[in-house]
């Protein structure tokens, strides 16, 4: 089976082709980024309108195939007006491609990913992109949230962080840099029970910044402080089931020291320790096909092509298998 997908859930719009058999035949894609601001979800759909075309054209082109059986996109969660541009793409070349389509879950994508890229089995997931904070177990055919974020998931509590300090949208690579030579300065460590509390720890180190701390010392202080307090609550996830894997999927992935920390308490503990490859650790439409593939074959179709914006990780059945 080929798949055409299709992701446009917040700043990246993105097309591929991939196989049943999880052989990715082409990848474009396309970041609307900002050096003043984070993410203006009327300038990311403007982004995404300008450029869906010649992205997915390409797509097609690279992958040098003529007919496709199926298009997936992904139908939320995420900006409103992102969703809409990826609906309308899909919508569109489903038609003239004549083939089905069908709208998955972006975040269970990520979730699926892992079983694509790494050779997991039953792992917890250890989510963390912009918009999503979530330690989660594969129970009872549901994704179980375990553990998340209360109030700003960590890869926007990074990214306001960064704009508050000057370094443009996306932040989190930044800081990275700069922790590399920063000392730590004390910054609220806030768990509550399987959550984490990530508001006030962002108030607390742009306050200091502008008291003059340096930037160096705070972005080295704020990457350990809620490195910390995610590790913690993966390894209390650990104990709880008794799991004996962990691989962390989304776009703060791609940070070198969180998944330092997360390997070394998992290796502590016994636990095997995986990471989504950086290409394939953030939003990307490759996890989307794949998604649209397992979903296709476990019988589900979408009738009614649509977006949901807000739809819940913890809300979908299931139903197919890895």
């Known amino acids: 089976m080929l798949c055409l997908a299709i992701e446009s859930t917040a700043h990246t719009f993105a097309c591929s082709v991939i196989s049943s058999k999880g ?34 054209k390409k797509a097609i082109e690279e992958s040098k195939i003529e007919k496709f059986d199926l298009l997936a996109y ?23 491609l004549k083939i089905p389509l069908i709208g998955v879950n972006h975040c269970c994508s990520h979730l699926s990913s892992a079983h694509l890229f790494t050779e997991v089995k039953d792992p917890i997931y250890i989510f963390v992109s912009g918009a999503n904070t979530q330690i989660i177990a594969l129970e009872g055919g549901r994704f179980r949230l375990l553990g998340e974020a209360l109030s700003i998931a960590l890869g926007n509590a990074l990214d306001k962080f960064g704009r508050e300090i000057g370094l443009g949208f996306p932040a989190g690579p930044k800081i990275e840099e700069l922790a590399k030579t920063g000392k730590y300065i004390e910054l609220p460590y806030v768990v509550k029970g399987m959550d984490i509390e990530l508001s006030g720890i962002v108030t607390s180190a742009i306050s200091k910044f502008k008291k003059r701390t340096k930037k160096e010392d705070l972005c080295f202080s704020i990457q350990e402080t809620l490195f910390s307090m995610l590790t913690e609550v993966t390894e209390r996830a650990l104990a709880h089931t008794g799991k004996t ?10 940070n070198k020291r969180l998944s330092e920390m997360l390997s070394i308490m998992c290796k ?55």
């Open 245 to 254: 894997e962990a691989v962390i999927i989304g776009g703060v992935a791609a």
């Open 74 to 96: 992904s139908r939320g969660p995420g900006l409103s007006p992102s969703l809409k541009v990826g609906l309308k793409a899909a919508k569109e070349y489903s038609e003239d």
């Open 268 to 322: 502590e503990r016994n636990a095997k320790f995986y990471s989504v490859p950086l290409k394939y650790s953030g939003d990307n439409s490759v996890m989307i096909g794949y998604q649209g593939i397992l979903e296709y074959l476990a019988g589900n179709r979408t009738k009614n092509p649509d977006i949901h914006p807000y739809e819940r990780t913890d809300s979908i059945n299931v139903n197919w298998k890895y």
């Open 23 to 56: 052989k990715i035949l082409s990848d474009v894609r396309d970041m609307y980024q900002s050096n003043t601001h984070g993410i203006i979800p009327s300038e990311a759909a403007q982004h995404h309108e300008k450029l869906y075309h010649q992205i997915i």
